[in-house]
């Protein structure tokens, strides 16, 4: 999955600067984690459930490493943009 900005395949060179994958983990984090209280949080040790709460915690843990570099990048670090 590569963005037309990012020229580098290096994954922590596209941390906080590759807009199309933190919108697609935002958009995987609001569909996931409503579907796992509204369908598995009643049976919690089913594999079913297990699965989707890791997926979600994958989720939601990247895109928090993308807003957290996209801060630093934005506030703190370089000004050099891909």
């Given at each position: 999955m590569r963005c037309?900005?990012?020229e580098e395949s290096?994954?922590?060179?596209?941390?906080?600067?590759?807009y199309r994958c933190m919108a697609q983990l935002a958009l995987l984090s609001v569909v996931g984690w409503p579907l796992w209280f509204h369908l598995f949080v009643d049976n919690a040790t089913d594999v079913k459930s297990i699965a989707l709460l890791f997926f979600c915690c994958a989720f939601s843990g990247l895109l928090a490493v993308?807003?957290?570099m996209w801060?630093?990048?934005r506030y703190i670090g370089s000004n050099e943009r891909h």
């Open positions: 037309t900005q990012c290096i994954f922590r060179q596209k941390l906080g600067r590759c993308h807003l957290f801060l630093y990048y």
